[in-house]
């Protein structure tokens, strides 16, 4: 079997997100990039979606494993930077797989001038509809869920609860 760019391509993105495992790495924005060398090393470059991401080592792990069984013996996994992450990164198709998973998909990620951010002690007033029926009427319970990048919300009309990825 020929072994070409396209099919590590494919390979590394069917690998799913090890936190949200209904999206893979390309439906979450992760995955940057994949190339191979002249010599048949496969380089994939992911981002993470926040510095001290915990999942990043499962996520090189599982691109290694998947494209070492895929036939590539040679795989190096980079982690890109620059330009940083952002949930604007997450495809339409992603974002349509978090609803149907029951979870709320983040909006646009707000717009911020380079350098210092500026610190806000209230959290922020967003509308987020509920996954499960569809109603704007919700409360966030937590401001974090089972990890840092989801909050926790409840849904005043069906009264489930449900996470939120947060706009980052």
Known sequence: MVRSTEH???VAESVTDPE????TLADLGVLRDVEMTH??????????????CPAMHEMR??????LSEAGFTDVEVRTVLDPPW??????????QKLADYGIAPPSAAPQRASGPVALTLTPPRARIRCPQCGSLDTEQVSRFSS??????????SCHEPFEHIKEI
């Not at 949200?20 to 999206?23: A, G, K, N």
């Not at 990890?147 to 005043?156: I, P, Q, S």
């Open 39 to 52: 010599d048949g090393v496969v380089v994939v470059s992911i981002t993470p979606t926040y510095s001290g």
């Open 8 to 10: 590590a391509r494919a």
């Open 86 to 95: 952002t949930t604007d990164w997450i495809s339409a198709a992603g974002r």
């Open 61 to 66: 792990t599982d691109l290694t494993r998947r």
């Open 20 to 23: 949200l495992p209904v999206l």
């Open 147 to 156: 990890t840092a990048c989801k909050a926790l919300y409840r849904c005043r």
